[in-house]
Nanobody, 115 residues
């Protein structure tokens, strides 16, 4: 499974970005999809998850009400809509897919929010 993120960039505080994660390869065993982020000097943290069927989205408290995770299985793509961005959202964002005994990562996309 290969994952490629896109959509990162530089945005002012209060702005929006939409991240995409395109998956290729065999994803039939994948059960959960999610986005992580890692700010400079900090540990990677889980931002949001969604099941393969599109149910049960879960968000970190820090992004609740501002970020929305979604997926389009037919297109093999997952999204993270980020609104009302804050400088503390600045990080490298990674998409990940996982299932029993396996986990895959994208290469990451930089999101920078200026104040």
């Amino acid at each position: 499974v290969q994952l490629v993120e896109s959509g990162g960039g530089l945005v002012q505080a209060g702005g929006s970005l939409r991240l995409s994660c395109a998956a290729s390869g065999s994803t039939s065993s994948i059960t959960v999809m999610g986005w992580y982020r890692q700010a400079s000097g900090k540990q990677r943290e889980l931002v949001a998850t969604i099941t393969r069927t599109g149910g049960n989205p879960v968000y970190a408290d820090s992004v609740k009400g501002r970020f929305t995770i979604s997926r389009n299985n037919a297109r093999g793509t997952m999204y993270l809509q980020m609104n009302s961005l804050k400088p503390e959202d600045t990080a490298v964002y990674y998409c990940s897919l996982w299932g029993p005994g396996e986990k895959y990562w994208g290469q990451g996309t930089q999101v920078t929010v200026s104040s």
